[in-house]
Structures are given as C-alpha cells and as structure tokens.
C-alpha cells in the first residue's frame, strides 16, 4: 500500500503540526492529522499518549485549561479554529464533543436533546423542535425506548441509554464533527454494541473521531487508526493494516499486547 | 523477525508457546512417517509399513489438538497484527501437515500391495526423491519455528528439483512399462508414490508461503515455478 491510499481527498478537519503544551510540558508533539465524513478514525494509545488532548483540541476543549497551549493549525474546512475571529461557542456546536460517562443535564430527556437547538436558533417554534428532538432521538437509536416518557429526566436512563442521549444531544445541533472521548468505557456489552452500531448508521453524516481504549472497539468501528505514543503520532493508517500488518514496532507491541 | 516472548499477560505466551511445540511435534511425526514409508518401500517391511499408518492417528490427534488451541487463543486473548497471523497460518499449517501424513500413509499401504521379488530401477530414484522431501518438509517447519522468511523462500525454490525429480521418474517409468508390460503394476504403484511425493513437496512450499506472510505481512510474490509435471495434473489436484 502506498500513501496515496490513505489521502483523504476532502478532508473536514485537517490538523497540521500540532504541538500542545500543558505549562512547560509537552503533551503533543508536532501532529499532522486528516479527518474525513466517510471515515471514522480512531485514536488509539496508552493512557497519558495524548490521544484525548489531541482530540480536544480539535474544538478547543483545551482552552478551560488555563495552562494549556496550542501551536501549529487546526483547520475546520479550511478555516483555522484558534484565528481570533472564531466563535468557540459556534465551533463547539460545528465540532460536537461526547464524553466517556454520560453526562445529561438534570432536565427532561426532551430538554437535554432540546437545549441546544434553541439556544442555537435552530428552532424557530415549539413543532420545530419538536422535529428536531424526534429526529435526533433516532439517529441516535433512543426513540423508540423514550417517545412515551420524554419528560422524564434524563438522568433516569440507564448508563447505555444516557450515552445514546449525549450523542443525541450532539447531533441535534447538526454539527459537521462529533469527537467521542471512551464513550463505552463506562458501558456493558450490549449498551457499547448499540453505540457501536450507532457510529456505523452516523458515518458519512458526520465525521467521526474516536478515542477508545478498547482495541477490537477501535477495530470494529474505524476505516483509520491513528496510534499515539508519549505525545507523538507513530503510525497512521487503514483500520484493517493497523491491526493485521503494522510497520512500525510500537505499534505492533501495543496492539499485541507486548507494551510494557 | 525475533522470537518474541514477552506480553504483558504471560498466559498468552504460554499458549502460543504450546501451539508451536505442537505444530512442530506434528511436522517431526509427518516427516518420519515419510521416511520410514520409504524404507519400508524399499526393504519390503511390512510391519514398518504398518506402523507407519498405525502412527498416522496420532497427527491427525495433534491436529485437532492445534485447531482447538489456536480457537480458543483466537476466542480468549483476541490476538492481533503477528499473534493474529500466527494463529490463522498455524490452522492451515496444521492441515497441510497432516496431509503430508496422509500421503506418506498411502506410500506405505502399498508396499504390501506390491510384489517384492521384483525390483525396480526407479526405486533409487524415489528414495532420493523423498530424501529431498523430508529435508523440505524439515525445513519449511523449522522456518515456521524460527520465523525464518528467507529460510522459507528459499523451501520454495528448491520444491522445483522435486518436480524435476518428479518428471525424470515418470519418464522412466512410463519407458519401462512400455518395455515389460509384466511390470505395469508394479510401475503404476510407484507412479503414484512419486505423485504422492510431489505433492508433499507443494504442501511443504505452501507452508513456506504462509511462514513468509506470518513473518512479513506480505504474501510471497509469484516466484519463478519450474515446468508443470509432465502428467500435467498437478493443478487438477490441488487440495
């Protein structure tokens, strides 16, 4: 396979030369990364790689962390996200973000996918959010378990259910990118399937990025994987070469289970 | 590539440690069973020949035994990139290599279907074959156990003198029943010996391909393959 193969030829994010900084220290190193709609990407690594600071510096998640520093360009359809003139509070709605525990505001499960929408504008009139809760509801597979109880709380749902509802509540913005940082690791086997699937049915609406522990997760759900090491990116490539021919060594330590 | 003995979880170690003692367990017992087919050939000992396929059950016991570790190490250690590679080429492995004990079962069945008093000028000829053979077969597994890739390709290229062996025998014997029809039988048999013969050789240059993509994640590139045996069936068996 060549590199050719791995260009993405529209990328939706496209990050280039990334070096984050937490004070002194260096978290990432000079990162160079494509993101595309039709292909989900992960970022696989050991715990302290840099793959979730990565990831959230891809809609400024890093800026509540006063320490935290960004170099280099992050470009969100060719428009650099850290230029003055970016709107954090539109990037954030561009560039959705779910986290590994589920995380619903204590309001209805309507309010919770609801919220957004209407502080965005989105929805003009109560029957205009009310198509967008329904339609969020389902991509996000929850509908059907909540139609009859949608002014229930949300955080009455269970731990899989309220993962479903956080995604709903990404995608109810119509975001172009939805970041998801371990959204099972908190999950049962089940739960983690129905998310699985889940990104599978969302792919080539939004792009995806995933950061996942969980390798045969990482295998299952991306087309690209991206394995980070002590803040730098050692290899990125095809889900399918990652896992059955890695060129690089550590690579194939980590995936195989010979990390230290 | 090194011998790498080294996850994290030692009981994967274990595991694949015990696939490849198996896996070369099996290939010393294939081996012998073709060695010891073709003295039997050659000296007429049917109780050598017997033994020989006796002997067969307990490859196709270490057999199961592989495929039912290597699915169990697929199902409760998800291997991955090399570990995955070693499990899927072991269960191919596993097959070819008691195929190859198949064949040298068939060698010895019928050292007692054929008339000893008579001798055959081939016989030299296939000993010398089979001594190519079993030294193919011995290093196409020592390739899968010290994760040799050059060793591997280099089993391929000389599969080509067992098929140059392979076609100089079939002329010879073809020639000679031509000669003596009284000895067709008796040429008929070793024909199918030497088949069997070639064959193993294919099935050891077939463990040598899946060693190479064990090793290197590639597949070993069509190679310069010498002339189809002369019957031209070769292809026809496959399997």
Not at chain 1, 95 to 108: A, D, E, L, T
Not at chain 1, 151 to 166: D, I, K, N, P, V
Request: negative net charge.
């Amino acid at each position: 396979m060549t590199q050719d193969d791995l260009i993405i030829a529209d990328p939706k994010m496209r990050a280039q030369g990334v070096n984050v900084f937490y004070g002194d220290k260096q978290a990432i190193n000079d990162v160079s990364i494509d993101v595309g709609t039709d292909l989900v990407t992960a970022f696989i690594g050991p715990s302290g790689c840099g793959k979730s600071t990565f990831l959230r510096s891809l809609n400024r998640m890093n800026d509540t962390v006063a320490s935290a520093k960004v170099t280099g360009r992050i470009e969100l359809d060719g428009e650099d996200i850290y230029a003055p003139s970016m709107d954090v509070v539109q990037l954030r709605a561009r560039v959705g973000m779910v986290f590994q525990k589920p995380n619903p505001f204590p309001k209805s499960i309507y309010d919770n996918v609801g919220y957004g929408p209407r502080i965005h504008g989105l929805a003009p009139s109560k029957a205009d959010l009310d198509v967008i809760v329904e339609r969020a509801l389902v991509r996000a597979g929850l509908w059907d378990e909540v139609k009859d109880r949608l002014l229930e709380s949300g955080t009455a749902l269970s731990g899989g259910q309220q993962q479903r509802l956080c995604i709903a509540r990404a995608i109810a913005v119509d975001p172009e990118v939805i970041l998801m940082d371990e959204p099972c690791s908190a999950l049962d086997p089940i739960a983690t399937a129905k998310i699985e699937e889940l990104i599978h049915e969302l792919r080539g609406k939004y792009a995806i990025v995933i950061v996942t522990h969980n390798m045969q997760q990482a295998a299952r759900v991306s087309q690209r994987t991206a394995f980070f090491h002590l803040g730098t990116l050692v290899e990125y490539g095809k889900t399918t070469d990652i896992f059955t021919n890695p060129k690089q060594e550590r690579t194939k330590d980590y995936i195989t289970g010979r990390y230290g | 590539m090194a011998l790498t003995n080294d996850h994290t979880v030692k009981a994967f170690d274990e595991d694949l440690n015990r696939l490849r003692g198996l896996i070369s367990e099996m290939g010393g017992r294939a081996e012998q069973a073709l060695l010891q087919a073709m003295t039997a050939l050659k000296q007429g000992d049917f109780d050598l020949a017997a033994q020989v396929v006796r002997d067969d059950k307990k490859i196709d016991a270490l057999e199961s035994e592989v495929e039912q570790l290597a699915v169990q190490t697929i199902a409760l250690r998800a291997p991955m990139a090399d570990d995955l590679r070693e499990m899927i080429a072991a269960l191919k492995i596993v097959s070819v290599v008691e195929r190859i004990g198949d064949y040298a079962k068939n060698i010895a069945k019928r050292v007692a279907l054929m008339d000893q008093t008579r001798s055959i000028e081939a016989i030299p000829l296939l000993m010398s074959m089979s001594s190519i053979v079993a030294e193919l077969i011995h290093d196409a597994l020592d390739s899968f156990a010290a994760r040799d890739a050059e060793l591997a390709v280099r089993v391929t290229v000389r599969d080509k003198n067992v098929d140059d062996f392979y076609n100089s025998i079939f002329r010879t014997l073809v020639t000679f029943m031509m000669e003596n029809p009284k000895y067709i039988s008796e040429s008929a048999h070793l024909l199918f010996v030497a088949k069997n013969l070639e064959r193993m050789g294919d099935h050891a240059t077939n463990i040598a391909e899946m060693v190479y993509y064990v090793v290197t994640g590639e597949h070993m590139e069509e190679r310069e393959r010498g002339e189809q045996p002369e019957d031209g069936a070769a292809e026809q068996e496959q399997g």
